[in-house]
């Protein structure tokens, strides 16, 4: 069965990085891409960007780019997911989530469990 | 920038009644919306995708319909575990996904 694992919790202080890590099993790691999203304490949804596990494209959203980086490990079907120049407003549950790209219909079937960021001085 | 918006923000239910549910775009996405529950303390669960196709194992009391700008979620009998926040999802032609604000239903 297709499961996404990802990191432990993790607290940061204002303007450290943090690196998030997905392990995908149960499908061929290099035949989806894994996006990221975020949810602050009692907000929404917030999309970050995703990364082809077959070919390493990237597409961030305007609000990270230059402050994200995702790449993936293929030798271990991991993703990682790194944020720099944490502020508190970064603070929130970063999810990972296996995207299924089809015309019309592209979706993120698969989530992992969630890894909560602190960030607090 | 494609933006979602998602009606209402709370939606209260008695159990066993229907639940609507609203997802606007700001311009066309054609059938690429999504829809996602998520319960309390849980990672979001797809539910529907091409605005329409049920995922594997959702109940049919699960049904998505509308192209184009607007769409619709319908539960059509409230079950206890239904209880939760629902989000809509858009997936654009610069290939960045974007989700509504979520509808909370809760329990009448």
């Known amino acids: 069965q297709v499961q996404l694992v990802q990191s432990g919790p993790e607290v940061k202080k204002p303007g450290a990085s943090v690196k998030v890590s997905c392990k995908a099993s149960g499908y061929t790691f290099t035949s989806y891409g894994i996006s990221w999203v975020r949810q602050a304490p009692g907000q929404g949804l917030e999309w970050m960007g995703w990364?082809?596990?077959?070919?390493?494209?990237?597409n961030y959203s305007q609000k990270f780019q230059g402050r994200v980086t995702m790449t993936t490990d293929t030798s271990t079907s991991t993703a990682y997911m790194e944020l720099r120049s944490l502020r508190s407003a970064d603070t929130a549950v970063y999810y990972c989530?296996?995207?299924?790209?089809?015309?019309?219909?592209?979706?993120?079937?698969?989530w992992g469990q969630g890894t909560l960021v602190t960030v607090s001085s | 920038e494609i933006v979602m918006t998602q009606s209402p923000a709370t939606l209260s239910v008695s159990p066993g009644e229907r639940a609507t549910l609203s997802c606007r775009a700001s311009?066309?996405?054609?059938?690429?919306l999504a829809w996602y529950q998520q319960r309390p303390g849980q990672a979001p669960r797809l539910l529907i995708y091409g605005a329409s196709t049920r995922a594997t194992g959702i109940p049919a009391r699960f049904s998505g319909s509308g192209s184009g700008t607007e769409f619709t979620l319908t539960i059509s009998s409230l079950q206890s575990e239904d209880f939760a926040v629902y989000y809509c999802q858009q997936y654009d032609n610069w290939q960045a996904f974007t989700f509504g604000p979520g509808t909370k239903v809760d329990i009448k």
């Open positions: 311009q066309s996405v054609s059938s690429n």
């Open positions: 989530a296996r995207i299924r790209w089809e015309v019309g219909a592209t979706r993120l079937d698969y």
């Open positions: 990364i082809s596990a077959y070919s390493g494209d990237t």
